[in-house]
């Protein structure tokens, strides 16, 4: 595959693009997951709040792809914090999904009103060493969310999942992730697609390399490092997002992208969003 392995704290290998399928009809998703593997996509991104791992697990079984050559992360919902529910909701989501183990379970948002996101971290730490979450990780934890888990459990996450495109470029947590040995996942990569798509920043990059403003934002993710999973319905969009190892942008090209930053961001913010 043309796509590359990012090597994560505890040594397994993740493919760096892959495809997400948030906001996805459960009634398309096992469609659309088949045209990704199709295109080459072995890396899927799903959720227990999307409501479609069932139609990921059915479109993992008809793909006749093996189970190693396939990364497939879910997330423990909010209504699932806890030791135990974590753990529960795992074998749940391994139920709907067809596996015996996902690649990557992550906590979805960490709900600070709550205050469980340490009991819940312990919790996959637990799915971990049963075997069925091969990595474990976070999603949308700020930099003092973090500090608890490094003070408090035994094991660094491998990944924080966040949102991050060239609005929101997050240098904070980055730098953070890279002196604990964190991976960095962003999440809606092209600010999922409105307005930020048509910066004629982008247009005039894209026009250089014969490539489209989506290509370009995506390629300035694989070069910083991030890993990255943008999402589509429609089958052109779907190649068109994985085209983009046959180009590179320039030192000056990625200056230019990173003075995009507005600190815009398009989802909640972590420490006030509770549900
Ligand atoms: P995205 O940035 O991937 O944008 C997707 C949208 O952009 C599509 O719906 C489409 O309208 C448009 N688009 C796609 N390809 C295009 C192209 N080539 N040209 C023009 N427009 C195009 O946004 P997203 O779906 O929010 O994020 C991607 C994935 O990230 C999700 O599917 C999900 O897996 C994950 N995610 C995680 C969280 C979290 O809290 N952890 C939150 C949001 C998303």
């Given at each position: 595959s043309d796509v590359p392995g990012i090597e994560l704290n505890n040594g397994t290998v993740i493919p760096q693009l892959g495809f997400g399928v948030f906001q996805i009809d459960p009634s398309d998703t096992a469609e659309t997951v088949l045209t990704a593997f199709e295109a080459g996509y072995r890396h899927i991104d799903t959720a227990q709040?999307?409501?479609n791992e069932a139609e990921v697990g059915e479109a993992i079984a008809k793909s006749?792809?093996?189970?190693?050559e396939l990364w497939i992360t879910t997330k423990c919902n909010n209504?699932?914090?806890g030791y135990d529910d974590s753990q529960r909701a795992l074998d749940e989501s391994l139920g709907k999904l067809g596996?015996?183990?996902?690649d990557l379970y992550l906590?979805?948002?960490?709900l600070p009103g709550k205050d469980l996101y340490v009991e819940t971290w312990k919790g996959l730490e637990k799915a971990h060493e049963d075997g069925k979450a091969r990595t474990i990780g976070v999603s949308n934890f700020q930099p003092h969310h973090l500090d608890r888990l490094l003070e408090e459990t035994e094991t660094v996450p491998a990944i924080n999942q966040i949102e991050l495109h060239p609005r929101m470029q997050q240098a904070g947590l980055r730098s953070y992730h890279e002196r604990h040995g964190i991976r960095t996942e962003a999440w809606s990569p092209i600010g999922?697609?409105?307005?930020?798509?048509?910066?004629p920043e982008l247009a005039e990059i894209a026009q250089a390399h014969g490539k489209s403003a989506a290509q370009v934002v995506l390629r300035w993710h694989i070069q910083l490092g991030n890993i990255i999973f943008p999402k589509s319905v429609t089958p052109d969009r779907i190649r068109e997002n994985k085209d983009i190892f046959d180009f590179e942008l320039s030192h000056e090209e990625m200056q230019k992208i990173d003075?995009?930053?507005?600190?815009?961001?398009?989802?909640?913010d972590p420490d006030t969003f509770a549900r």
């Open positions: 709040m999307y409501g006749g792809l093996g189970r190693d209504s699932n914090h596996l015996d183990a996902v906590i979805h948002w960490p999922q697609g409105r307005g930020l798509l048509d910066a003075g995009m930053e507005k600190a815009e961001r398009l989802g909640p």
